[in-house]
Structures are given as structure tokens and as C-alpha cells.
């Protein structure tokens, strides 16, 4: 009797499911309950995965009941899309411990990158681009909060500053701002969360090689030069002033992959302090984030490039800088 004992308990152990392995969802014919401490907790119509729990023991293999609906239209269809009940799901995102905090929730959270989202022109495209990352679970999503130009683009292009002359001039029209505008509106309808930035190393949609031909210098200098950096924090400042109440902001982005060829590495510490702080003034509930690519590296080095300081990065000591 006690081995048979034994061997039922042994039996249902193993037919609960491991920590974020697949609990649920359509088709899906494996275990239903996760083991102690975990939850088994909805993503989408075809997967539900085991996750921490804080009372641990409950079991969701469901989706959430639903507060409020509401109905999207297009063209050819009606689509209804729904909110999950929370309490908390206008909540601004924020850190706990290692991981991050977002309505009430600590966890991992999965995410994706989309430069172009914001140069859509057909908000069913914006939306479907939602739609689709709430089906697959994904909470988080990057995109470009900027796109320079040096000439005014074609009649229907997006662009969102003309930087011309030693003269910066913000597109806050149907085609500039304004498209960055609804994709903030219908992530926040969703529940998905953005990290937005500001300019990009590089010269894809204008980047700091705008603003060098607008008001010289070089790519190096770009960090110090006056009057671009007056230009970048007066387009910094119209965009968080935007959207600085929004919960679909996640966090704040200084550049993309900014890098300083050759510069001690004082140069873009200075610049990350100073714009970080810039930006707390304007915001103090969004993160703010650096967008480096973590160069510059003595711990477990082993001198090959990624861990060198040609890049002008210290990723410990820019790390290190606590934005107030």
C-alpha cells in the first residue's frame, strides 16, 4: 500500500507543469497545473505558460475576465478588443530588485523592437502591428521616437524634426509628431508599453549626422557641441511633454547605440549625466534608459573588442550614474 502510495503522489508530481513551461491553451494537451510557488497564467487563445507566483499554488489557464470592451472598426471588418480587468493597468512601469514592475506585476517581461512603427501613415497598420504583440504576449515594444531630416521629404512623408541652417524646426503636424501620437494611443489601449528615444548614432532617419550638417562639427563632437545639444534637448523636452502622463511610456531612451569613436570616456559620461537629469525635470515617473551596446568592460575581459574603450563607453561607470 505504501508503494502504490508513493507511486500515485510520484505521479501527480510530474503531471504538473515545470517553471515556464507550457500550461495551457488551444490544442495543448499536457499538464494544466504548475508546480508549487508557480501559476499558471494566460498569454494567448494557444499558450499559457507557468510563471512565479506570489501566493503560489492558483492555477489560470483561462483568460482574465474582462472589465471593458470596446470596438475598433476599419474598412472591411469590426474588430472588438478588450481590457483585462487590473486595477493598477494605468500604472506607470518601474523597476523591483533585477526585474522590472509593470501593473502591479514584477516579472521578465518580454518585448520587441520597431523603428518604423511610428512612420505608418494607416492607423490600422499601427493598431494590427498591437494587436498582434498582445496575442503573442509581448508587453514591451522599442521604437524610434525621432526621424530628422535636412530637407523637407515629399508631400506624405513622416518626419519629425528639419534640422537646416543652424536651425532646428519640430514637425508637430498630421505627418510628423502626430503619427508618434497614435502609436502612443494605441499601445496605451492595449496595455503594451514603449521605450522611446531620442536620436540615433547613426545616419538612418537623420541621427547625429543631422545635426552635424545642420550645425557642424563632427560625429565625436556631437556630444559637446552647444548648439546641437540646445537643439537635441528642446526636441527632447516636445516629446516627453507629449507623453510624460502616458502609462504606454516604459521608459526613455537617450540615443541609439550611442558611440564616441576614440573620446576618453568622460565625454559620453558627462553627456548621459547631464541628459538623463534633463529629462527627470521634465518627467520624474518614466525610467530612463542609455541605449548603449555595453562596451567597455574589465570584469572577465579577455581584450578582445567588446570589451574595449575605443567606443569612448565604460559600461560600469555609466551604469554606476544614479539618474536622480
Sequence with gaps: ????????????????????????????????????????????????????????????????????????????????????????????????????EIDGKTSYFAGSNSYWIGFLTNNDDVDLVFDHMDEAGLRILRVWGFNDVNTVPSAGTVYYQLLKDGTATINTGADGLQRLDYVVASAEARNVKLI???????????????????????????????????????????????????????????????????????????????????????DSKHMVAIGDEGFGLDTGSDGSYPYSYGEGLNFTMNLAYSTP
Design 1 to 100: 500500500m505504501k508503494q502504490l502510495t508513493f507511486l500515485a503522489l510520484s505521479s501527480l508530481v510530474s503531471a504538473q507543469a515545470a517553471g515556464y513551461s507550457q500550461c495551457g491553451g488551444s490544442g495543448y494537451s499536457g499538464p494544466t497545473t504548475c508546480a508549487s510557488g508557480w501559476t499558471c497564467q494566460y498569454q494567448n487563445e494557444w499558450y499559457s505558460q507557468c510563471v512565479q507566483s506570489a501566493a503560489g499554488g492558483t492555477t489560470l489557464t483561462t483568460k482574465p475576465s474582462t472589465s471593458t470592451t470596446t470596438a475598433k472598426s476599419t474598412a472591411t471588418t469590426t474588430k472588438a478588443t478588450t481590457t483585462a480587468a487590473n486595477p493598477s493597468a494605468t500604472s506607470f512601469a518601474t523597476t523591483n530588485g533585477l526585474q522590472f
Design 196 to 282: 522611446i528615444n531620442f536620436v540615433n548614432n547613426w545616419s538612418d532617419y537623420g541621427g547625429m549626422a543631422a545635426y552635424v550638417t545642420a550645425f557642424g562639427g563632427s560625429q565625436t563632437s556631437w556630444y559637446t557641441n552647444t548648439a546641437a545639444q540646445t537643439a537635441y534637448q528642446a526636441y527632447i523636452k516636445a516629446v516627453v511633454s507629449r507623453y510624460k502622463d502616458s502609462p504606454a511610456v516604459f521608459a526613455w531612451e537617450l540615443a541609439n547605440e550611442p558611440r564616441c569613436k576614440g573620446c576618453d570616456v568622460s565625454i559620453l559620461y558627462n553627456w548621459i549625466k547631464t541628459t538623463s537629469a534633463y529629462i527627470k525635470s521634465l
